[in-house]
């Protein structure tokens, strides 16, 4: 059964950083895509980045791409996002999320997504 598991949110000012991290189990990932969403109250959810397992191709949203990257560690079942020069905005619950359909057109759309973690809260204070 596959889990996933984000860390890394918590309480930041204005032009700081966090890094998230979503550790994976349950299942073998070598061909799966994965993404980061966010979703603020009253907001509907919001794509952030996704990478491919196996390539460690990239796909971010164009609005964040200048100040979040995500990665990946294959030998720790791991995907992060290094959060920088955040803002008030950014404000979210942000989840991890893995598609087993892989790297496709359809990494930007949560509903490609098979798994979803519980999400960590980000607060960004001005």
């Known amino acids: 059964q596959v889990q996933l598991v984000e860390s890394g949110g918590g309480l930041v000012q204005a032009g700081g950083s966090l890094r998230l991290s979503c550790k994976a189990s349950?299942?073998?990932?070598?061909?799966?895509?994965m993404g980061w969403f966010r979703q603020a109250p009253g907001n509907e959810r919001e794509f952030v980045s996704a990478i491919s397992w196996s390539s460690g191709n990239r796909y971010p949203a164009d609005s964040m791409k200048d100040r979040f990257t995500i990665s990946r560690d294959n030998a720790k079942n791991a995907v992060y996002l290094q959060m920088d020069s955040l803002k008030p905005d950014d404000t979210a619950v942000y989840c991890c999320?893995?598609?087993?359909?892989?790297w496709g057109r359809g990494v930007g759309d949560g509903d490609e997504y098979d798994y979803w973690g519980r999400g960590t809260q980000v607060t960004v204070s001005s």
């Open positions: 999320a893995a598609s087993s359909g892989g």
């Open positions: 349950g299942g073998t990932f070598s061909n799966y895509a």
